[in-house]
């Protein structure tokens, strides 16, 4: 079955760094667009950042320049990089991706990593 296992997150102060790991598996990795989603408490989980199997990434303009999406299909990990963090990046983050079978496609979540900025 599909896995995505989150790790990395954590408290830092503003202006700091984290790197968020996840792990993949039951996916073929390297063909499979990946993303990170991220929910603060009371807002709607919103898209942050995805890359393609070619490479493409795309952010949120919230997190533009600071921010780097990254994989590694020899590990089936996708990382992101976060720099320059404010305390509005507060939020549990998600690995998400998608798999198409035929005409069907199935949405597929890790459990999700807090990440706690403090001012």
């Known amino acids: 079955q599909v896995q995505l296992v989150e790790s990395g997150g954590g408290l830092v102060q503003a202006g700091g760094s984290l790197r968020l790991s996840c792990a993949a598996s039951?996916?073929?990795?390297?063909?499979?667009?990946m993303n990170w989603y991220r929910q603060a408490p009371g807002k709607q989980r919103e898209l942050v950042a995805s890359?393609?199997?070619?490479?493409?990434?795309n952010y949120a303009d919230s997190v533009k320049g600071r921010f780097t999406i990254s994989r590694d299909n020899a590990k089936n990990t996708v990382y992101l990089q976060m720099n320059s963090l404010k305390p509005e990046d507060t939020a549990v983050y998600y690995c998400?991706?998608?798999?198409?079978?035929?005409?069907?496609?199935?949405?597929?979540w890790g459990q999700g990593t807090q990440v706690t900025v403090s001012s």
């Open positions: 998400h991706t998608v798999r198409y079978i035929g005409a069907g496609a199935s949405a597929y």
């Open positions: 039951g996916i073929i990795f390297s063909a499979s667009a």
């Open positions: 890359i393609t199997s070619g490479l493409t990434t």
